[in-house]
T-cell receptor
Framework: GAGVSQTPSNKVTEKGKYVELRCDPI?????LYWYRQSLGQGPEFLIY????????DSGLPNDRFFAVRPEGSVSTLKIQRTERGDSAVYLC???????????FGQGTRLTVV | DQQVKQNSPSLSVQEGRISILNCDYT??????FLWYKKYPAEGPTFLIS?????DKNEDGRFTVFLNKSAKHLSLHIVPSQPGDSAVYFC???????????FGSGTKLNVKP
């Protein structure tokens, strides 16, 4: 597609449930990022993929968070045993090589009730 | 530990005048800086970038200035238009950092 696509755009889930958030990057972009944005804050880094491998997962807050990119294109962010504090907008971005500007999707607004 | 700071949460400017958005950083390793614009319910949109080998980069109405000694960058919008009303984020990185560090954003309101 023309831009980064994220689905769903909104997700409401109950505390303790498992969720998956999907990201379709720009075709040909090898670098893919997940960020999280809370109200009034800037995007906060979660994980970076270069190709299929997670080159840097230092931003994942704990082991309930996991992300995959099995074929080097689509990525899925997985959150187990969701907590109310996980509520935020989850942003995915891709860039051509990893040290150029990143292009963001519209985000998935996750609400844990 | 906030490595990129935008100390003004909001800015209001009259249409046609200059908007100046400021950003400070603490990590001297940063050598690549970007500005993003964000409208409500949309993802951030890339606006302009600057490498540390330059002190100015211009693209139409948008100019970014970098002062490495002060660890400060600014975005100038001239002339400002109502459609520029959005939240502006600055971001910084370095080649081996694998990530961008973002400021908390400045909400710009351009009044007609």
């Amino acid at each position: 597609g023309a831009g980064v696509s994220q689905t769903p755009s909104n997700k409401v889930t109950e505390k303790g449930k498992y969720v998956e958030l999907r990201c379709d990057p720009i075709s040909g972009h090898t670098a893919l990022y997940w960020y999280r944005q809370s109200l009034g804050q800037g995007p906060e880094f979660l994980i970076y993929f270069q190709g299929t491998g997670a080159a840097d997962d230092s931003g994942l807050p704990n082991d309930r968070f996991f992300a995959v990119r099995p074929e080097g294109s689509v990525s899925t962010l997985k959150i187990q045993r969701t907590e109310r504090g996980d509520s935020a907008v989850y942003l995915c971005a891709s860039s051509q090589t990893g040290f150029t500007e990143a292009f963001f999707g519209q985000g998935t607004r996750l609400t844990v009730v | 530990d906030q490595q990129v700071k935008q100390n003004s949460p909001s800015l209001s400017v009259q249409e046609g005048r200059i908007s100046i958005l400021n950003c400070d950083y603490t990590n001297s390793m940063f050598d690549y800086f970007l500005w993003y614009k964000k409208y409500p319910a949309e993802g951030p949109t890339f606006l302009i970038s600057i490498s540390s080998i330059k002190d100015k980069n211009e693209d139409g109405r948008f100019t970014v200035f970098l002062n490495k000694s002060a660890k400060h960058l600014s975005l100038h919008i001239v002339p400002s238009q109502p459609g520029d009303s959005a939240v502006y984020f600055c971001a910084a990185s370095a080649e081996n950092f694998n990530k961008f560090y973002f400021g908390s954003g400045t909400k710009l309101n351009v009044k007609p």
